[in-house]
């Protein structure tokens, strides 16, 4: 939840800004999150968090900023898209700020893709933090993680198979119930969905 947070709040700001602003602005934005994006996230988490320190809310951290150009890319596409409607035009004829018009008109409207952004990233959260915790670099015992856990149980796998398996299920689980719940969103969501 903490690195969804982080990651909407700062990724879906600087889209929609970007967007609305278009021209130089829009330009370097874009290119700044298209720069983040070329690092494998793995790769970059494993940067982030050396650079913090071991520990679950620094891996949180490092899966938010990870996750920042996914959701300005999504917040760009929707007031792209929404950027010239009747609404907007009618709300600039009225004098209302740009900041106004981008977070009270358009973001509303833009939303329903972006929620199941929000539910998809939720899943890729839960699995990057739990191969950061795997390697050593998330969460650090006593604090609870499956990716700890894995990591744990390589030693005991002939002994105990179970104690490797319950946690690689759970994971599965919970990542197929919030790809499941992401999906349920976009077509409860989608005013073309029948």
């Known amino acids: 939840v903490v690195a969804v947070?982080?990651?909407?709040?700062?990724?879906?700001s600087t889209g929609m800004i970007a967007?609305?602003?278009?021209g130089?602005?829009?330009g370097l934005t874009m290119r700044i999150w298209d720069s983040l994006m070329a690092f494998p996230g793995i790769l970059l988490g494993i940067a982030i968090a050396a650079m913090m320190g071991p520990g679950l809310f620094n891996a949180?951290?490092?899966v938010g900023i990870?996750?920042?150009?996914g959701y300005?890319?999504?917040a760009r596409a929707g007031m792209l898209s929404q950027k010239g409607s009747d609404y907007v035009?009618?709300?600039?004829a009225l004098g209302y700020s740009q900041w106004r018009i981008v977070f009270r008109h358009v973001l509303p409207n833009a939303l329903a893709p972006i929620l199941t952004q929000v539910a998809f990233g939720m899943a890729a959260a839960v699995f990057l933090e739990a191969g950061m915790s795997f390697l050593g670099i998330g969460a650090q015992p006593p604090e609870p993680s499956w990716g700890t856990m894995l990591s744990k149980s390589?030693?005991?796998l002939r002994l105990a198979p179970w104690y490797g398996i319950a946690p690689g299920v759970v994971i599965t689980t919970f990542l197929l119930g919030l790809n499941a719940l992401a999906d349920g969103l976009r077509d409860a969501l989608d005013p073309t969905h029948i």
């Open 154 to 156: 390589r030693q005991y």
């Open 24 to 26: 130089w602005v829009d």
């Open 89 to 92: 035009l009618a709300a600039r």
């Open 72 to 74: 300005a890319r999504m």
């Open 60 to 62: 949180a951290i490092a």
């Open 66 to 69: 990870l996750s920042m150009p």
């Open 5 to 12: 947070a982080i990651g909407s709040s700062v990724g879906i």
């Open 19 to 22: 967007g609305y602003l278009g």
